[in-house]
């Protein structure tokens, strides 16, 4: 019996050293404040956060967000992997696919946007589909998402972006904004803002790819250290996003008025319209779209920029993801 009784308190000091040390260490890993790096100051791939941010939601998860703006994925995958930042909000997968591929410590694991978000508009001789055949269509650069987003959406409307049109790298918004001007190409994307703005102007809308492409565009991307290290971070992270991206995607009155009120800029008109234009690609959950992110990752692998055996279970890893979204339905804050 008294063999049994030692066992017994033996087992429970053990068990207080555990609590006293091991869990308080855990719970010291857990992050506060957490830097979120974006590639855009556009509304359409900021908004979230914003909305998140401004109306607590962060804050109520127990975090601190500190954005900061780095122009290019790569330049955004280069900070996540060197540990500067947490967390990264990019447009496309592909430089998320390409670093997976040679070896970075990246993945997917949310979406902001599952459709493309650009607006394709046309020169002022220029207003129709039909039209853009045997026509130069202006794109940021080649092996851009840009000129993905484009030739896919060609590919779906059956046109053939090898043969029945050039596609011409031709620079920065200001850049092919300019050679639309100047009449140097028939059409050319641009963001719903910036579309918003040359079609003030008098260029056409020939589509809204946020309508019709489901291809994600803004992704959020983290290292698996980071999932890793720091769950209930990245967990309580997630479950504040997908609370601004909801309230983004279906009050527009309470969204654009919590972005201004977190510091993004625009004239009000111009923001008010682009929010139509983007507002359908948004998600309502973050959950990705696994066959977008598919399409280009077989694009990547006919161009011969990733080895045919990875597959896209090797870049997206939204566990974390489904915690937070179960967790949130439990709590009666996202539908079933």
């Known amino acids: 019996m008294k063999t049994a009784r030692n066992g017994f308190l033996m087992r429970w000091f053990i068990a207080c050293l555990v609590l006293l040390f091991v869990a308080p260490d855990a719970a010291a890993q857990e992050k506060k404040l957490v830097r979120v790096v974006f590639v855009s100051l556009s509304w359409n791939s900021e908004i979230p956060v914003r909305v998140a941010m401004a109306r607590g939601f962060f804050k109520a998860q127990g975090l601190q967000i500190e954005p900061i703006f780095i122009r290019g994925g790569p330049a955004a995958i280069a900070a996540l992997v060197s540990g500067e930042v947490d967390f990264a909000s990019i447009g496309g997968a592909q430089a998320v696919m390409r670093g997976k591929a040679r070896g970075l410590d990246v993945s997917i694991i949310g979406s902001i946007s599952n459709q493309t978000n650009y607006v394709l508009l046309g020169n002022k001789q220029t207003r129709t589909l039909e039209s853009l055949k045997g026509k130069i269509i202006g794109i940021t650069g080649a092996g851009a998402f840009s000129e993905f987003a484009v030739r896919a959406f060609l590919k779906k409307q059956n046109i053939d972006p090898g043969k029945d049109v050039i596609l011409r790298a031709v620079g920065n918004t200001t850049m092919r904004a300019a050679a639309l001007e100047k009449g140097l190409v028939a059409a050319a994307p641009f963001s719903p803002e910036d579309a918003v703005r040359l079609m003030k102007s008098g260029y056409p809308l020939i589509s809204n790819f946020a309508e019709s492409l489901d291809i994600p565009q803004s992704i959020i991307v983290t ?17 504040a996003l997908i609370l601004g991206i909801h309230l983004a995607k279906t009050n527009k009155k309470e969204a654009i008025k919590a972005g201004y009120d977190s510091g993004l800029q625009g004239d009000p008109e111009t923001v008010n319209v682009a929010y139509d234009l983007y507002q359908p690609a948004l998600t309502s959950d973050l ?17 011969g920029l990733v080895d045919s055996k990875f597959t896209v279970d090797k870049v997206i890893n939204d566990r974390t993801l489904k915690k937070a979204q179960d967790e949130l339905r439990t709590e009666g804050r996202l539908k079933p």
């Not at 290292?223 to 479950?239: A, D, H």
């Open 223 to 239: 290292r698996g250290e980071v999932l890793e290290k720091y769950p209930e971070t990245s967990k309580r992270f997630l479950k």
């Open 287 to 303: 959950s990705i779209a696994v066959p977008g992110i598919q399409l280009m990752l077989d694009e990547d692998i006919r161009a």
